[in-house]
């Protein structure tokens, strides 16, 4: 049966608030789960596949391009299924995400459990594991737009801030979840591959829940999803998932096609790609980095527990930055980025001269909560720049600029760390210091962001 009310086909578009059916706890509960599983698997894969690539031999570079091959995926079929929300149903498109994830989880823990065997070389293991990685970049991006649509348009306008709120904290705190419970899934008969399996075995749950918790839904009225990236242990922007604006700008008429040289947006969308592509570098190369300054190539296990709680940390240092910072300071786009430059600069030069746990930790979570700071101050200040109007297409290409930093410089990142050490962090130290000198000359005063509003 339907969950959604009948309305008019007058009201197909803009449905009044009052006939909106409101989500109960355990439809919500539902939907968290799907967001929480999506994220927390990708980033628990984070602390693995390092010590998983020494074991089978593997160049370090390979093993972050599987994730740089996820990306693509990502970043080209994320919009997709986002278009298509209104069409499918939503339930439908999370029921196909949820798929892909559990089939990616699935049977890529199986290509590893066997090629750590010796089943067949390690040349084949990355092959197959690239392959059903795949899924989780091809179809796990259906979920989470999914998800936000559903929310969009089963919530009253007065308190769909607030559940959209909720629904993105799930996706944030999947991000810390995964490297934290990743040692702990670690079982003697299927060892490393153990967490992958285990993965599996919850996404199966959550379809479950999906089957019999959720409703079929009838896309009565419309509510896109707004494209996400594809999530890594820094968490995603607090601003990713939002509420679409349906206050009738649809009156109007459509805006011109927002294009990536507009000058209203130039800046922060240089500001954007700079500052992401110097984010995934480092993320990129952390994991590795643990492994061989605190010398445990040799030791999987503890290898794992170690790159888990750097990651971890990470991710609480980027919520910290979105969830308490910026709202209890009031920061702006421009305050955000030039603070978030400045701590980010510091924490790769603390990375890049560390050779123990509690440097890197110290390190990374400042890194983390300097480009916390950023990712949000970028999302805003390409929003506010243009029209109410223009705000879907400015997000799509804010959704593009934030995925495609995570498509080579993860694999580059590597590739240079294991030639040139500690360059990769030198770099990223660089880009910050340089786009905290752009954005004093180039970027607008949030006095005048606001104002231009």
Known sequence: MADSPNIDPVHRNNPPSAEVKPIDSTRMAVLFS???????????????????G???????????????????????????????????????????GMIGFTASFALAGLALFLGLLGWYSAL????LFALFRSLYGGLGSAAPPAVQAYVASRT?????????????????????????????????VLGLSSPMFAFAAIGILVMIAL????????PDYEARGVVTSEPYSSAPSANSLKEEDDSGDKEAGLPPRLRWGDDRIKPWLITGVLGGNAHALILGVVGFLVLDRLGLRGDPEMGIRMTGLV??????????????????????PRASILWGMVLGALGCLIIGLSHDLYGIVIGFAVASLGFGLFRPGFTAGA??????????????????????AFIASPALGVLL?????????????????????????????????????
């Not at 999506?38 to 010590?51: K, V, Y």
């Not at 084949?124 to 092959?127: L, S, Y």
């Not at 990651?311 to 702006?332: D, K, V």
């Open 34 to 52: 799907v967001m929480l599983v999506t994220a927390s698997g990708n980033t628990a894969m984070q602390s693995i596949l390092p010590t998983i």
């Open 54 to 96: 020494t074991q089978l031999s593997i160049p370090d570079f390979w093993v972050s391009a599987a994730f740089s091959w996820s990306a693509l995926l990502w970043v080209y079929t994320a919009p997709k299924w986002a278009r298509q929300s209104d069409h499918r149903g939503r339930k439908a498109l999370m029921h196909l």
């Open 124 to 127: 084949w293991t990355f092959i």
């Open 156 to 188: 009253a306008r007065a308190d769909r801030t607030k559940a959209l709120s909720l629904i993105s904290s799930s996706f944030g705190l999947g991000t810390i979840v995964g490297p934290a419970i990743a040692p702990l899934m670690i079982l003697p």
């Open 211 to 218: 089957a019999l918790k959720l409703p079929n839904d009838n």
């Open 311 to 332: 990651l971890m940390s990470g991710a609480a240092a980027t919520l910290l930055a979105q969830w308490g910072l910026i709202p209890l300071l009031q920061m702006g």
């Open 383 to 404: 929003s506010l720049a243009v029209k109410r109007s223009e705000q879907n297409g400015v997000a799509g290409i804010v959704a593009s600029v934030n995925g495609m």
């Open 417 to 453: 760390y294991t030639y040139a050490g500690a360059f990769p962090f030198w770099l990223a130290t660089a880009v910050c210091v340089f786009l905290f000198g752009w954005g004093l000359k180039s970027l607008k005063l949030d006095e005048q962001n606001i104002a231009s509003r």
